[in-house]
């Protein structure tokens, strides 16, 4: 049996708010960001662009790409960090408002690699027989957590969800999940970290630290990805990176020796999404014609936790 990824969807809530429109509340410049960041603007929900709404318009267009119904999903799994409630979960939310009433749902909290932990979490659930179609979503809402007068942090991020249907087959020449490289270390999480109390809700980050860890985490668990799937770096069309930072994906590429356009960005107009920017770009390549069957792709994220992840894949 193979794990495809039969369709893809995503969804940005509809104000897009620019560098400039952002320096007039907020210390900053649009030279500022985008020098050290890449970022030119990002999506910011509105009061009811609520995260299973998002989710549920993401997944859609993925059941549609796919060619299934929403009756056939036997799981969804919504990577987030910012569900929103404590219960009910984003991932039932959306088995609500999509109709996938045969489907096991429930949350997945891994920040910013929360997409690819609900893909490793998805992919061996269906090698176990537990079901055919499975939907995974990846994403948040962190403008809601964001200090505005914080200028180190609320350049930084967007609001999105994008989302795949996996589909397993036995199609012998199909594409399929090669390997997954994951890790953890909780020792780390202060670095990036994020309460719930309401006096205390804020995202902080020591962005010095975050940098160090993901130019050096990164490589390695792309490469050991890599070695388990009994691949070649060479043989990678695509290397689709959490979109945290410009200057992050450009030292990951300098440190695989490979070139940067192999190494697509959307961070100029999305901002970093957290869980949603790796389904978000995944999505807006596949819409655009860059991805076709039989390509070799890496997908790899970080985040708090801390946490992180690469996938190899036949697409």
Same mark, same amino acid.
């Given at each position: 049996?193979?794990?495809?990824? *039969?369709?893809?969807?995503?969804?940005?809530?509809?104000?897009?708010?620019?560098?400039?429109?952002?320096?007039?509340?907020?210390?900053?410049?649009?030279?500022?960001?985008?020098?050290?960041?890449?970022?030119?603007?990002?999506?910011?929900?509105? !009061?009811? @662009?609520?995260?299973?709404? =998002?989710?549920?318009?993401? *997944? @859609?267009?993925?059941?549609?790409?796919?060619?299934?119904?929403? @009756?056939? =999903?036997?799981?969804?799994?919504?990577?987030?960090?910012?569900?929103?409630?404590?219960?009910?979960?984003?991932?039932?939310?959306?088995?609500?408002?999509?109709?996938?009433?045969?489907? &096991?749902?429930?949350?997945?909290?891994?920040?910013?690699?929360?997409?690819?932990?609900?893909?490793?979490?998805?992919?061996?659930?269906?090698?176990?027989?537990?079901?055919?179609?499975?939907?995974?979503?990846?994403?948040?809402?962190?403008?809601?957590?964001?200090?505005?007068?914080?200028?180190?942090?609320? &350049?930084?991020?967007?609001?999105?969800?994008?989302?795949?249907?996996?589909?397993?087959?036995?199609?012998?020449?199909?594409?399929?999940?090669?390997?997954?490289?994951?890790?953890s270390n909780g020792s780390k999480?202060?670095?990036?970290?994020?309460?719930?109390?309401?006096?205390?809700?804020?995202?902080?980050?020591?962005?010095?630290? &975050?940098?160090?860890?993901?130019?050096?985490?990164?490589?390695?668990?792309?490469?050991?990805?890599?070695?388990?799937?009994?691949?070649?770096?060479?043989?990678?069309?695509?290397?689709?990176?959490?979109q945290a930072n410009a200057r992050?994906?450009?030292?990951? *590429?300098?440190?695989?020796?490979? !070139?940067?356009?192999?190494?697509?960005?959307?961070?100029?107009?999305? *901002?970093?999404?957290?869980?949603?920017?790796? !389904?978000?770009?995944?999505?807006?390549?596949?819409?655009?014609?860059? =991805?076709?069957?039989?390509?070799?792709?890496?997908?790899?994220?970080?985040?708090?936790?801390?946490?992180?992840?690469?996938?190899?894949?036949?697409?």
């Open positions: 049996m193979k794990i495809i990824i *039969a369709g893809t969807g995503s969804a940005l809530p509809v104000r897009s708010v620019t560098n400039d429109e952002l320096a007039k509340t907020v210390d900053t410049s649009d030279e500022w960001i985008r020098s050290r960041t890449g970022i030119g603007a990002r999506h910011i929900a509105g !009061p009811e @662009e609520e995260l299973d709404v =998002l989710g549920a318009a993401a *997944a @859609e267009q993925a059941l549609a790409r796919a060619g299934i119904s929403a @009756e056939e =999903l036997g799981l969804i799994i919504y990577g987030t960090a910012t569900a929103g409630y404590v219960t009910p979960s984003a991932a039932c939310r959306v088995q609500a408002r999509i109709g996938a009433v045969n489907a &096991v749902c429930f949350d997945l909290n891994a920040a910013c690699s929360g997409f690819l932990y609900s893909m490793y979490t998805a992919e061996s659930m269906m090698r176990m027989g537990r079901c055919r179609y499975a939907l995974i979503i990846g994403g948040d809402m962190v403008t809601r957590y964001l200090n505005w007068e914080d200028r180190s942090t609320c &350049v930084l991020f967007g609001d999105a969800a994008g989302a795949a249907v996996l589909a397993a087959t036995d199609v012998e020449d199909a594409g399929d999940i090669l390997s997954f490289s994951m890790g999480g202060a670095v990036l970290s994020c309460r719930t109390l309401p006096e205390d809700h804020y995202l902080t980050m020591n962005g010095q630290e &975050v940098f160090r860890f993901a130019v050096r985490t990164v490589p390695a668990c792309i490469r050991d990805a890599l070695e388990k799937a009994g691949a070649e770096k060479e043989e990678v069309k695509y290397f689709i990176l959490h992050i994906i450009e030292a990951a *590429a300098k440190r695989l020796e490979m !070139p940067l356009d192999r190494f697509p960005m959307n961070l100029p107009d999305t *901002a970093n999404t957290s869980a949603g920017t790796i !389904p978000v770009l995944l999505d807006q390549m596949n819409r655009d014609g860059r =991805l076709q069957r039989g390509d070799l792709l890496v997908l790899s994220g970080f985040g708090g936790g801390l946490t992180w992840g690469a996938a190899v894949l036949r697409y």
